[in-house]
């Protein structure tokens, strides 16, 4: 699963989205509080910090270029704020200005929230909320079309701030006919965008009952379920993805039975923009052709990332990996190992590797292993596969097949990671593996001290240090299946080398 999961991810980074909704500038002011002030029963917040982060429509976007999209954003802002606020944030996210429109007549939408010991206290609203001018409305439907044919999917982040009028939802529905795209909608109104039929919706429970008429009920899941159909019928959407917070989520498709997707539990969760993550990592996996299981699972792991997090915050490429990979030690790809790679890099650990046959463990293993974790922080270990170490040791061996060998590595506390190698294409030797890896040390054994390295010019291509460690006198796989074979009786020893 983890395999199939990173493979999704990998694709991300080819997709290009056009993201088109109300854009919204969050703004967090931190602090902590001990005393009542003495003009009104109210907390006085000592003021620690002030963050700002792009929120609405900016933070779908955000969070697809974190996770490897390219993104094209369209919407409308303010002159009040573009300059010195948020094209700095625009910048800092790698997102490109060119689709917005500048409005000088209308102040941007803010969003502050003061926050208090970990405990939100108060948000104020500012801006305009009102139609946009016919003006902006028409350049906005010229932006839409010039950046609709060169995207993958559409991502419309409806927060009913004025910037998706029904002309724009008319527009969108010609250019849907004219260009057809993979398109995903998060909205109060979803029955608004019935004309364009959307290939995933992503109502939150409050917002689907609100659509149904229906009253809030003691079991939200069993509630949703049975109105998927209606549910279905009133967005005439494909897919929907219907949010539970803490109950996970409930995917519904015509003709097929709704599964639940439950959410893993998280200390101290700040759902703030958790629904664009959602959205956001949802739709590039689906346009990655993923299966709704796998696109459910993705879209969770990443929305859990966001609420681990302070404020509107971002799940990046690296977060998403870190989540999957770290949930096994065993690599069972090189995709998998460039996801790793990835992912330890951003986090400047230093990389050991070392490799071996590791057929029948004991003690000099394990102090190998030991002193090769202490030359930096994370150690990966190449194992030759089953034909490797027959062509390696000969005849018979080995003696335990791959997945049992790796399955044993895996107990040693100080393995990080396991990856086999050893096709014909590779040969014997961990060569294409090291060039994949670019680890900062090679660790052999100090038998090669005057041996020819096969794997020597792969190890000064990337630029690693070679470390040779000392093997503990009398202790190898052969010796003990040498004693073994001379205390077995016929019948056992021919066992043995079978």
């Known amino acids: 699963m983890s395999q199939k999961l990173l493979e999704l991810i990998h694709q991300f980074e080819d997709k290009k989205v056009l993201v088109v909704g109300d854009f919204i500038l969050d703004v967090f002011v931190y ?197 998927s159909k209606r549910l279905l019928e009133e967005t005439k959407a494909k897919c929907i993805a219907l949010t539970l917070d803490a109950d996970g989520a409930v995917w519904m498709e015509e003709a097929k039975k709704p599964l639940h997707f439950p959410i893993a539990s998280v200390a101290q969760a700040d759902v703030c923009g958790a629904g664009d993550t959602y959205l956001g990592a949802a739709t590039l996996a689906l346009i990655s052709n993923a299966e709704q299981a796998d696109a459910a699972q993705i879209a969770e792991i990443a929305s859990r990332c966001v609420v681990e997090k302070s404020g509107t915050a971002v799940c990046t490429r690296v977060d998403l990996i870190d989540k999957i990979v770290n949930k096994t030690k065993v690599l069972d790809s090189e995709p998998l190992l460039a996801c790793l790679i990835e992912q330890l890099k951003a986090k400047n650990k230093r990389i050991v590797f070392t490799n071996g046959c590791f057929d029948i463990m004991h003690c000099g293993h394990t102090h190998y292993l030991q002193q090769a974790k202490k030359l930096g922080d994370v150690l990966v270990v190449g194992v030759n596969s089953d034909e490797s170490v027959g062509r390696f040791k000969g005849k018979g061996r080995p003696i335990n097949v791959l997945a049992d060998r790796m399955h044993v590595l895996a107990a040693f506390s100080s393995v990080d990671y396991i990856i086999s190698f050893g096709n014909e294409e590779d040969g014997d030797n961990p060569a294409n593996l090291i060039r994949a890896l670019k680890p900062d040390v090679v660790v052999k054994g100090e038998d090669y001290k005057h041996k020819q390295l096969p794997e020597l010019k792969a190890i000064n291509e990337v630029g690693a240090e070679l470390v040779l460690l000392p093997f503990t006198h009398g202790k190898s796989t052969t010796n003990i299946i040498r004693r073994i074979q001379g205390n077995s009786a016929p019948n056992q020893l021919t066992k043995l080398k079978a």
Request: negative net charge; proline residues 4%; hydrophobic residues 40%.
């Open 31 to 227: 602090g902590g509080t001990s005393r009542i002030s003495p003009e009104a029963p109210v907390p006085v917040v000592d003021v620690q910090e002030k963050v700002e982060r792009l929120g609405g429509a900016g933070n779908v976007a955000a969070n697809l270029q974190s996770l490897g999209a390219s993104v094209f954003l369209c919407s409308v802002v303010g002159e009040d704020l573009f300059e010195s606020r948020v094209k700095p944030l625009l910048n800092e996210h790698k997102i490109q200005a060119q689709y917005l429109v500048h409005d000088d007549e209308r102040l941007t939408e803010v969003k502050t929230r003061i926050v208090a010991d970990q405990h939100t206290l108060l948000r104020f609203d500012e801006g305009d909320h009102c139609s946009l001018n016919e003006s902006s409305e028409s350049l906005l439907i010229d932006l839409l079309e010039e950046a609709y044919q060169g995207c993958d999917a559409v991502i419309i982040a409806d927060y009913e701030k004025g910037v998706i009028s029904e002309r724009v939802i008319a527009s969108l529905v010609q250019l849907q006919e004219r260009f057809p795209k993979f398109v995903a909608i998060d909205s109060k109104r979803l029955s608004s965008f019935k004309a364009l039929q959307p290939d995933l919706v992503k109502p939150n429970y409050k917002q689907a009952i609100s659509l149904l008429g229906l009253s809030p009920g003691s079991d939200r899941i069993a509630q949703v379920t049975q109105a």
